[in-house]
Structure formats: C-alpha cells, structure tokens
C-alpha cells in the first residue's frame, strides 16, 4: 500500500503544517481518504465515508488557514465519529438491524464541539451492537480488524476509531467510554486512551440507558493530541445537566511537570482479576517507569471485592431497557450474546437497581478516600491482550466479569478519570495497556502522568509490526 507524508503525523504536527502554509486541510484530507479507501477491505473500521462534505469542510478550513483565521489549532484535522453518536443528517445504526437510515435530527454534544474547532468528520465508525461488548462485531458490520495482527480484535467498543487511528489513517478518532470503550481497544491497538472525568465533555443526547457512566474521548497516537482534543470538547452543555462547569484550562500546559515526589499504587489484582501472567508482567514493569520518574510506587492490592455481585444489575437491567424499545419482529436478527443478556435483564427488579446503587455509591466513597493519600493509581487496562476476532463475547471462554471489562468499570461507575497507554508488546507480538487512574476530575493531573509515561517509554508511530501487517495489502 502505497505512504503519504501525512500518515501518521500527529494533529498537533499537522496544526503546525498548516499555521506555516506547508499544507493543506484539502491534501491531507485527500491523502487520509485514499489511506481509509484502501485498508477498509482489510479493518472493516468504518461503517459511513462522507467524501464530498469532507472536502468542502477542507476546503473552508483551507481558507481560514490562509487568512490567519483557524478555529482552533485542530481546525482541519480529519476525525471520525463512533456510530453510536449523532451526526445531524447521517443515521445512527449502533451496528444493529433493529434501527434504520433515519437520519438524527442533530448533532450530539460531542459532535457539535469538534465541528466548531474546524475539525473535517469524514465518516462514521464500527461498534458492536449498541455497544455493548469490549470487541468489535455487529450483526450489521461483522467484525473489525487489529492493525497489528488481522485475525485479532482491536477490543471495544470503540474498535473501529482505534483501529483506525493505529493504522495511520488519521491522528485520532472519536470514541466513548461506557465501562472501558476507549481504554480497552487503546490497550489492545497500543495507543493512548483517555477516558475523562464524567461530565467533563457534555453528553446530548442524554436518554442512554448507560448515559450515567459514558465519557466522550478520543483515541489517540500521542498525549498531545489527547490534551489538544479535550480542550475543544470540554465544558458544560445546558442540554446536559450533569456536565462539569468549565475549567480554566489549557489542558496542554503543565503536561511536561512530571511526577516526582508523587505517591502512587499499583493493583494488579483490582477487583480480585487475574490477568494473563504476560499482561501481569509487562504492567508491573511499566510502573516502574514512574519509579525511575521519581515517583514512590507500592503494591496496594485487589482494592476492592468483585463487581460482577453488585454491579451486574445495572449491566443487564440497562439492556433489558433498550431490548423493550425494540419490536418483537427484530429480535431474531439482534446479536445473540447481546440478546441473551437482554433477556436476563428482563428479571432484574427494582430492589436490584437500588441496591446496585448503593453499591456504586460505596465504591466512589472508597476510593475517593483512598485517593486522600495518593496521587494515581496503577492497574492492568484488560486481562488479556486483543483475543481473536471471532471470539464470543460474555461466553464462558471468555465472560465479560474475568475477561472484559473488570479493570476498567470501576472508573465508569466512580466517574473518575482513567486511561490506558502502552506498556509493551506480548511474545506474540501485540499490546498490553497500562491503567492510570486519577483522583475524582483530576484530568490534568492523569494527563501529566500520562505525558510523563510516554516520555519515558519511548513509544512512537508508526510501529514496526502494524508496518508489517499492513505492508502490501
């Protein structure tokens, strides 16, 4: 497959490219549609290509360049949506044969903030069905492929941004975090996700079952570009009234302070998960990044007991709400995993709901305490690195409480902000994520961590293997 010299530069290069007039929003755009145009056979990451208003949104973004006037230094970068999130005119499918081409009557929160920093939305991409599972597989799409080794998940459920932001096709894509949807597939692509403190980017719609425990968030190749797109979607939204007021904040300054002096713990057993022995190793000898930083890093243990007693009411139940807005005629054609924990959550009672509630308030009491005598918290982002494409979801191979999603709901549930960045790489050649996790709406300060982390591992793009697997396709 033939390279452009806008692969696999980052937003924040490309902003500088064009702030000197050595290129364009309407040739890197070019450049990015042949890329997506030839690896979309191969990844499947891409559910809707917008081509003709992607170039005239280029054009215009072209043109404000060239009169000194961007919207912001993001303006004409090329970005995705996950299409489980209003495009005003675009249908939203969540992957499933039970919704149609209705176009949305308008643009979600999220969608409305990248349009006004001048960001190029050339598409739309892959989620499993209303995205419910940590892989990328709809009955709608079928399945979305890793970079790094076809025959592998890029995780989910924002598989088809990671999956396209680690082949280079664009610096970072749009995704959201339910109980891990931008960590896990960051993990399992070896880029960098963050999940942000809830609230911090406003949800609209906010009528989702999970809509109390979503972030919006990008994935991304480098911490720069995360901060770059936080401050463009950051801040409070009268259409959600749980959004967090706005911050003062260039989230990009103070990113290079470090971390010395820092106390930080480290639980790979989070939960009482057991991951992978290989997992296990590689974010062991990750946190000792932050030792040689000048951080003081402890083995704090499992933290907490397993949420699967306390939390699988919520899970289900929340399912069993969409399953009743779906007509009977359709549920043959709903994916099988997803609609057997439908039917489950159909039994889930009041009672059940309450007392998860309770739980969940329990554990943002906790380790908000706990986060009084430390500044971050360490953890494995998944149990395994990406498993094979056709692995089935929640199965008893592969049950979502041990295999899932245990290290990564915990934030949802709390709110807190979390995010994944590489590790390192398995025998077999794939990526595992570390877990950075931050006291309640403390972003700046998981940003710092994260930034200090990428600094010292040395991780660049493009990466020798995902070279490999896509040279010649």
Avoid at 240 to 247: F, G, I, N, Q
């Amino acid at each position: 497959m033939s390279e452009s010299a806008f692969d696999w530069l980052s937003a924040a290069e490309l902003s500088k490219l064009f702030s000197r007039g050595e290129a364009s929003p309407v040739e890197v755009l070019d450049a990015m549609l042949k890329r997506a145009a030839a690896l979309q056979p191969h990844l499947n990451a891409l559910v809707l290509i917008d081509k003709d208003g992607a170039q005239a949104a280029a054009k215009a973004a072209e043109s404000r360049w060239r009169k000194g006037e961007p919207l912001s230094p993001l303006d004409g970068i090329p970005t995705t949506i996950k299409d489980t999130t209003n495009i005003k005119g675009w249908p939203t499918r969540y992957g499933s044969h039970s919704t149609d081409e209705t176009p949305a009557p308008d643009n979600a929160a999220v969608t409305d903030r990248l349009l006004a920093a001048g960001m190029i939305i050339f598409g739309k991409s892959a989620t499993p069905e209303f995205g419910w599972k940590a892989l990328t597989d709809s009955p709608l799409q079928g399945f979305t492929r890793n970079p790094w080794n076809l025959a592998h998940s890029p995780g989910g459920s924002s598989g088809g941004a990671s999956s396209l932001t680690a082949a280079g096709i664009n610096p970072f894509n749009h995704g959201n975090d339910g109980g891990g949807s931008i960590r896990i597939p960051a993990s399992h692509t070896g880029l960098v996700g963050l999940k942000p403190s809830y609230g911090r980017i406003p949800q609209y719609p906010a009528d989702a079952p999970f809509a109390d425990v979503i972030s919006q968030g990008v994935l991304a190749r480098s911490v720069l570009d995360t901060a770059m797109a936080l401050n463009v979607t950051a801040g409070p939204d009268p259409r959600d009234w749980r959004s967090l007021p706005t911050e003062a904040r260039d989230y990009t300054v103070g990113l290079d302070a470090g971390v010395r002096g820092w106390k930080i713990g480290l639980s790979l057993d989070l939960g009482h998960v057991k991951a992978d022995p290989e997992v296990r190793e590689l974010v062991a000898a990750a946190a000792r990044r932050f030792e040689e930083l000048g951080a003081h890093v402890e083995e704090v243990g499992p933290m907490f007991e397993s949420l699967q007693e306390h939390f699988e009411p919520l899970w289900i139940g929340s399912f069993a709400t969409r399953f009743r807005q779906i007509p009977t005629q359709l549920h043959d054609k709903l994916d099988p995993g997803l609609r057997a924990l439908m039917e489950k959550g159909l039994a889930i009672t009041l009672a059940d709901y309450a007392k998860a509630f309770e739980a969940r308030s329990r554990l943002a009491r906790d380790l908000a305490l706990w986060h009084r005598n430390y500044d971050l918290l360490l953890a494995p982002v998944a149990p395994t690195a990406g498993p094979p494409v056709e692995t089935l979801y929640n199965s008893e191979a592969f049950p979502r409480w041990t295999k899932g999603a245990p290290y990564t709901l915990p934030c949802n549930l709390t709110g807190q902000p979390a995010a994944s960045m590489p590790a390192g790489l398995t025998s077999a050649g794939l990526p595992v994520g570390i877990q950075i996790i931050g006291p309640p709406r403390a972003d700046d300060v998981v940003l710092r961590a994260m930034r200090a982390f990428e600094s010292a591992t040395g991780w660049t793009w493009p990466q020798p293997k995902v070279l490999e697997t896509l040279k010649g396709l």
